[in-house]
T-cell receptor, first 114, second 116 residues
Framework: EAGVAQSPRYKIIEKRQSVAFWCNPISGHATLYWYQQILGQGPKLLIQFQNNGVVDDSQLPKDRFSAERLKGVDSTLKIQPAKLEDSAVYLC????????????FGPGTRLTVT | AQKVTQAQTEISVVEKEDVTLDCVYETRDTTYYLFWYKQPPSGELVFLIRRNSFDEQNEISGRYSWNFQKSTSSFNFTITASQVVDSAVYFCALSESNQAGTALIFGKGTTLSVSS
């Protein structure tokens, strides 16, 4: 079974530029999460989708971050404009369903904002 | 508020030593889940174990064992006879059943270095 795929693996941009990350969850997984992991800290949830609907986006900085999962499969996370403090690893995770409580993580995208 | 505390930032041991990683959590919910994840240098989070709040039985899986004590709100992880391949960052995490979603709340992690 293929795992969670993410691209790109690394991205370097200048502040005020925009960037997008892509995630393809495990086939059949209804729930998808985006986490932000700042160096030296544990991952922090940005947004959770159930199929193509948002379950929790309370910690998403909506003035600059947006995410979508239009067909309930792949997801895209966008930052526009980026700030220095957005430098982090962005992790995508998927779960069979909302109640399974077991999340499978992708390799992450390491973003550096200069 | 929910919170996970991993007081040990870094631990260094020599191969074959036993090592215990501490995890203390805070929650007001009676139904919750606790997790341990391993993050090797490659960066991918690897699931190790899930425990629900009604199951306080300790668990052993090979060289890994977990001790869950609700009385002290702790969920500690022990590696017996550590190996160099165990070197990684280990995260303890909490998920509650009554929040809007089922996102994990992670501690800050403990970096384990095992030398040969």
């Amino acid at each position: 079974e293929a795992g969670v795929a993410q691209s790109p693996r690394y991205k370097i941009i200048e502040k005020r530029q925009s960037v997008a990350f892509w995630c393809n969850p495990i086939s059949g997984h209804a729930t998808l999460y985006w986490y932000q992991q700042i160096l030296g800290q544990g991952p922090k949830l940005l947004i959770q989708f159930q199929n193509n609907g948002v379950v929790d986006d309370s910690q998403l900085p909506k003035d600059r971050f947006s995410a979508e999962r239009l067909k309930g499969v792949d997801s895209t996370l966008k930052i526009q404009p980026a700030k220095l403090e957005d430098s982090a690893v962005y992790l995508c995770a998927s779960s069979p369903n909302w109640a399974s409580y077991e999340q499978y993580f992708g390799p992450g995208t390491r973003l550096t904002v200069t | 508020a929910q919170k996970v505390t991993q007081a040990q930032t870094e631990i260094s041991v020599v191969e074959k030593e036993d090592v215990t990683l501490d995890c203390v959590y805070e929650t007001r919910d009676t139904t919750y889940y606790l997790f341990w994840y391993k993050q090797p240098p490659s960066g991918e989070l690897v699931f190790l174990i899930r425990r629900n709040s009604f199951d306080e039985q300790n668990e052993i899986s090979g060289r890994y064992s977990w001790n869950f004590q609700k009385s002290t709100s702790s969920f500690n992880f022990t590696i017996t006879a550590s190996q160099v391949v165990d070197s990684a960052v280990y995260f303890c995490a909490l998920s509650e059943s009554n929040q809007a979603g089922t996102a994990l709340i992670f501690g800050k992690g403990t970096t384990l270095s095992v030398s040969s």
